[in-house]
């Protein structure tokens, strides 16, 4: 879907229709629950800190995990 369709969509909405598709977007995705949380209440070194462990766990070395 592009953008100039979900935008024309969303504009054919009621604001509980949108609230209700929003809501369920957050229950759905991870991914979109975390974008949401952060876009309510930002915070970036927790962001960091968290993007930082992760990328730490990706590239450590671990020789029982080789493949």
């Given at each position: 879907?592009?953008?100039t369709s979900l935008k024309k969509t969303l504009n054919s909405?009621?604001?509980d229709?949108?609230?209700?598709?929003v809501l369920d977007?957050?229950?759905?995705?991870?991914?979109?629950?975390?974008y949401l949380e952060?876009?309510?209440s930002p915070d970036e070194r927790g962001?960091?800190?968290k993007t930082i462990a992760t990328i730490s766990k990706e590239?450590?070395?671990n020789?029982?995990?080789e493949m």
């Open positions: 879907m592009s953008k909405l009621t604001r229709q949108i609230m209700e598709v977007l957050y229950e759905a995705r991870k991914e979109a629950r975390e952060y876009f309510i962001m960091a800190e590239f450590s070395y020789p029982g995990n």
